[in-house]
């Protein structure tokens, strides 16, 4: 039976709590995010997610060094990226940072791979936003050598040739961190995740599920072709966005005002529309599980179900109640629901452990 991860993402923003006016020190909300992960292990959830941003309102301009800290207080937890930028970060940097974590955290590490909704980060690692699709593909193209091949000669088109090169430390078990190509609008990105048989991640925060329905069709479609397996065997992961309280009329007036200031999507539609028209859910536990049931609906089964839980300038106290009603009431349904009628075709979500098992039996079968 295919298992589901449930887990949080982060965005890292240092935002003024609008019902207090008081904005919370970067030091503060670094700390604040080690805290939402520690609890996110506590309350039974399978993964954090953090991002990565290089310009305020957001800290987390070094992924690997939190999530480093963070493997050495945790156990279980499978620690990620929304998103890497395989755009603006060199890949051999990229392929070192993380085979180093991956050996720090005994395996427990994976990646998105995104090229960020911040278009002045170009300049400021010496790249140009208007080549942003090829720069995804060619350092994705190197990366993914680097992680296969002890000695690497590469030549390209956005950084110096490599001669001889070797990335170090080597992947641990000779197995690669499983990678998840993130998009909100690029086809192509899609259709690069499908090309390596690696995972999809769709954001589905901003957006109606249409959009979302295409780009995931495209890339089940696309990784079938590739030979990677049936569209149904694609791996997916999913976005989302929840505020719950007992009573949904609670929620709604607690969160109405993080909601009409959010940086994001603050002085824009009203958090009726926007609920609406997006995943965005506020209400009782029962309305977060009803709601996100249906995301099989529209996308078929998937294997991950990531929430934004910390944003918006709501503080650490909240943001921690929400993390109890997440892991006591919501996701013990969903692990059960999401089960229920899955396909054994369905692959599981992806581990370290699953990753160095397929290896050991695809090289058995090449030997026999």
Do not use: C
Not at 111 to 130: A, C, E, H, K, S
Not at 135 to 159: M, T
Not at 173 to 190: K, M, N, Q, T, Y
Request: net charge negative; aromatic share 10%.
């Amino acid at each position: 039976m295919g298992t589901m991860q449930f887990g949080i993402f982060t965005v890292g923003d240092v935002t003024p709590d609008p019902t207090t006016g008081r904005t919370p020190s970067e030091h503060e909300r670094i700390t604040a995010m080690v805290t939402i992960a520690l609890k996110a292990e506590e309350v039974g959830l399978d993964v954090f997610a953090t991002g990565e941003h290089h310009n305020p309102p957001f800290v987390p301009s070094s992924p690997t060094t939190m999530l480093g800290y963070i493997a050495a207080r945790t156990e279980r937890l499978v620690l990620s990226t929304a998103t890497t930028l395989i755009t603006t970060n060199d890949p051999v940097k990229i392929a070192e940072d993380f085979a180093m974590l991956q050996h720090l955290a005994g395996g427990r590490v994976d990646l998105m791979l995104g090229r960020g909704n911040t278009g002045p980060v170009y300049p400021w690692f010496g790249q140009d936003i208007r080549t942003g699709i090829p720069l995804a593909v060619e350092n994705y193209a190197l990366l993914h050598r680097l992680w296969r091949e002890d000695v690497v000669d590469w030549e390209g088109r956005f950084r110096t040739p490599l001669q001889g090169f070797t990335s170090t430390p080597r992947p641990l078990d000779g197995v690669p961190p499983f990678v998840w190509h993130g998009s909100i609008r690029s086809p192509e990105i899609a259709e690069q995740a499908a090309y390596y048989g690696d995972g999809f991640f769709a954001n589905n925060i901003f957006w109606p599920k249409e959009h979302f329905q295409r780009l995931i069709s495209l890339y089940r479609e696309r990784y079938a072709h590739y030979g990677h397996g049936t569209p149904e065997q694609a791996v997916v992961g999913l976005g989302g966005q929840v505020f719950m309280r007992k009573n949904s009329q609670d929620a709604v007036r607690e969160f109405r005002p993080y909601f009409d200031n959010a940086p994001v999507y603050g002085h824009g539609p009203s958090l009726e529309d926007f609920t609406e028209q997006t995943p965005l859910t506020v209400g009782s536990p029962q309305q977060v599980i009803d709601r996100t049931l249906t995301f099989r609906e529209s996308f078929g089964d998937y294997q991950r179900q990531l929430f934004l839980m910390d944003h918006a300038g709501l503080p650490l106290k909240t943001v921690l109640e929400q993390l109890d009603i997440l892991g006591e009431e919501v996701v013990p349904v969903l692990r059960r629901e999401f089960a229920r009628n899955r396909p054994d075709t369905v692959p599981d979500a992806p581990t370290h452990a699953a990753l160095v098992a397929r290896r050991a039996a695809e090289s058995a079968a090449a030997g026999s």
